[in-house]
């Protein structure tokens, strides 16, 4: 697989997908920009060998064609200021507009295309799509980890239209980070599973298992096992159907001398608000009419002390509603262990989505080792699948 390092862009038109699937807010104002600053180097090297750059993106899941909402327009301010430079936009990503404007792009210039999932063909893996946006560049250059686990027109299909791709910094970075934990990694080895659903993340635990020295279950998640041990778990969150893999984890976890920790505590509402009655609920019963929102103080305690003693950690997931301020203390908590696990030495991977966002939140994202951009592309990686990004690279 060619890196960017590898190859000379003097004089290219490089065709870069990239992952601008930013969060925005009423106003249309970027409420989280990592994936905008991720790109950034790999957009100033093509520029700096004398090569120009025509981004193309997707941004959230438009269902009836263009709209105001998922338009990538409302990146193009921010990236004229991160690039100094004007940044010419092509009102569709394919068609007599883009491809005029690919044409008369100069060296050092930026030409962003409209949001490629305007067009159905893009999520389909359409041939003749892929075709046409491949016209508008010399070289392909694959940056959007985030989308590598999806087979779509401008992630895989496309590449077969180049002789020459090249793997961009966001995603040799994304794999040789996966590598460490995956292939290297040293003892103490935590892992936080976090999130709503053991059904999301059973593959990865199951991987995990072979690999790490402690497993700390949390989030929604957590309540599945509970009623696995025999519990009870008022109106929390409950996967029903996943209660005999629970039980298969717990069991798997024993035979292979992995330490599992689950909550001690809960920190339990009567309703899903964030103003709703709460109080601190100890052990694995939690009341009818009650639903846990977030792990409790001695949870806390337990998983830092676990995780601040740590050589490798990686965390995949909120322990709780950490949306709402009076259920985000354990998720924030956690954040605060595995900054402190680092700065003691530790090799610390967050595992994008809204582990990602919790560490940027805090503002915690330089003091990780890496936070990645592809919360569900860097599972699928580790649960040892092909991602179809990465292959066509190949």
């Given at each position: 697989m060619k890196t960017l390092d590898t190859f000379n862009f003097s004089g290219k038109k490089a065709l870069v997908r990239v992952d601008f699937n930013v969060p925005l807010n009423d106003k249309f104002e970027i409420t989280d920009d990592t994936r905008l600053k991720a790109v950034i180097p790999t957009v100033n090297k093509i520029l700096k060998d004398g090569g120009s750059a025509i981004l193309m993106s997707h941004l959230g899941r438009p269902k009836d064609g263009p709209t105001e909402k998922y338009s990538l327009k409302h990146v193009v301010s921010y990236l004229k200021d991160a690039f100094n430079t004007d940044v010419k936009f092509a009102t569709a990503c394919i068609g007599q507009d883009a491809k005029d404007l690919a044409a008369d792009l100069k060296p050092g210039q930026i030409l962003l295309l409209e949001n490629l999932r305007f067009y159905k063909e893009e999520e389909k893996g359409d041939i003749e799509f892929a075709k046409k946006l491949s016209q508008l560049g010399d070289v392909y250059v694959n940056d959007a980890f985030g989308t590598a686990h999806r087979a779509h027109a401008s992630t895989a299909v496309i590449a077969q239209f180049f002789t020459e791709k090249v793997c961009g910094y966001v995603m040799q970075a994304e794999l040789d980070n996966a590598k460490k934990v995956l292939e290297t990694a040293?003892?103490?080895?935590?892992?936080?599973?976090?999130?709503?659903?053991?059904?999301?993340?059973?593959?990865?635990?199951?991987?995990?298992?072979?690999?790490?020295?402690?497993?700390?279950?949390?989030?929604?998640?957590?309540?599945?096992?509970?009623?696995?041990?025999?519990?009870?778990?008022?109106?929390?969150?409950?996967?029903?159907?996943?209660?005999?893999?629970?039980?298969?984890?717990?069991?798997?976890?024993?035979?292979?001398?992995?330490?599992?920790?689950?909550?001690?505590?809960?920190?339990?509402?009567?309703?899903?608000?964030?103003?709703?009655?709460?109080?601190?609920?100890?052990?694995?019963?939690?009341?009818?009419?009650?639903?846990?929102?977030?792990?409790?103080?001695?949870?806390?305690?337990?998983?830092?002390?676990?995780?601040?003693?740590?050589?490798?950690?990686?965390?995949?997931?909120?322990?709780?509603?950490?949306?709402?301020?009076?259920?985000?203390?354990?998720?924030?908590?956690?954040?605060?262990?595995v900054v402190k696990a680092t700065k003691n030495g530790a090799f610390s991977l967050i595992g994008g989505g809204d582990s990602a966002s919790a560490i940027n939140n805090l503002g915690f994202g330089d003091d990780v080792s890496y936070v990645s951009t592809g919360g569900g592309a860097l599972l699928e990686y580790m649960e040892g699948k092909t991602l179809p990004g990465v292959a066509a690279l190949q």
């Open positions: 040293e003892s103490p080895y935590t892992a936080i599973m976090g999130g709503s659903k053991v059904s999301d993340k059973i593959l990865i635990i199951e991987t995990l298992l072979d690999k790490v020295d402690t497993l700390i279950i949390a989030g929604g998640m957590a309540y599945t096992f509970f009623k696995a041990l025999g519990g009870s778990v008022g109106t929390s969150l409950l996967q029903e159907e996943q209660i005999p893999t629970a039980l298969k984890v717990l069991d798997i976890a024993k035979q292979k001398g992995v330490k599992l920790l689950l909550p001690v505590d809960n920190l339990i509402a009567t309703e899903f608000s964030n103003d709703s009655e709460r109080k601190v609920n100890t052990g694995i019963n939690i009341p009818d009419g009650w639903m846990g929102l977030d792990i409790g103080p001695e949870s806390i305690k337990l998983f830092s002390e676990e995780i601040e003693k740590s050589k490798t950690v990686l965390w995949n997931g909120p322990t709780g509603v950490f949306e709402f301020e009076n259920f985000a203390k354990g998720t924030f908590s956690v954040a605060e262990s």
